[in-house]
């Protein structure tokens, strides 16, 4: 029996460490000793909610872990084997198993509700933005169309460009995404969101970037034999200076 108890204290001690531990704001788990060691750093709007979203659902599944593994231990140890002790049979206990299967259903319905909202944020209508860009993968490239001086796309001054993307700061970007051949599939790490692009279907994704910064576009579907070298580049600057390139790049068409 005393055996039992400090198991069952032990357990409950390492179970608050562990809640205490998970309860710290997401930057602390974020950064390390010298360096970023968890998620890259979020650089638009609607990053904080997806990031918020991750760390309850990992909270949640962490905790419930530690305890059925703490709870395995303590049954080891206690019902291990004893040639003085006989073997009975138990039919079960009701209450027990009405409480073990309603929080688990009502934290589920919960995590439903609160991810639901997060959907509807992030893919549902769309903000009226202020640039629209069309994004067309190809084996093994990222195509990037603008719209030129009269401000429509798929016109004859479009601006085109491979594998570099300018984006405004402070700005809602509309993107238009497609394929040529294959699925591929659009992703920026740090705008927490991806998008499959697919031959024949146009899917939209819409960001609002708020730090300014050069960062990777990564194809995040296998795509072929040369899918490890299918990488974009994104820049996301001041407004002027996204006009200046806009203008040099008009220049050259």
């Excluded at 206990?93 to 589920?108: D, G, R, Y």
Aim: charged residues 15%; glycine residues 6%; hydrophobic residues 50%.
């Amino acid at each position: 029996m005393r055996t039992t108890r400090l198991m069952q204290r032990a357990a409950f001690r390492l179970a608050a460490v562990f809640t205490a531990a998970f309860a710290q704001p997401a930057a602390a788990w974020a950064f390390g000793s010298g360096g970023r060691v968890w998620l890259p750093e979020g650089i638009t709007t609607t990053s904080p909610v997806i990031d918020r979203l991750f760390y309850v659902v990992l909270t949640l599944t962490g905790v419930v872990f530690v305890l059925v593994q703490l709870t395995l231990v303590v049954f080891l140890i206690r019902y291990r084997r004893d040639p003085q002790r006989r073997a009975t049979y138990t039919h079960g206990n009701t209450l027990a198993e009405v409480v073990w299967t309603a929080i688990p259903a009502a934290i589920l319905v919960a995590l439903a509700f609160y991810s639901q909202g997060v959907w509807s944020l992030i893919r549902g209508t769309p903000p009226p933005p202020d640039l629209e860009v069309e994004i067309t993968g190809e084996q093994f490239a990222w195509n990037f169309r603008y719209a030129g001086a009269d401000g429509q796309l798929k016109t004859d001054d479009d601006i085109l460009t491979i594998n570099q993307l300018h984006l405004p700061v402070d700005k809602t970007v509309l993107f238009h995404i497609s394929s040529k051949d294959v699925i591929h599939s659009f992703f920026v790490p740090q705008f927490r969101m991806k998008q499959d692009a697919v031959p024949g279907l146009i899917s939209r994704m819409w960001v609002h970037p708020v730090r300014m910064g050069n960062f990777d576009v990564a194809c995040a579907e296998l795509c072929g034999l040369g899918h490890y070298r299918m990488r974009g580049f994104l820049v996301i600057e001041p407004e002027a200076a996204y006009q200046t390139w806009l203008g040099e790049m008009l220049a050259e068409q």
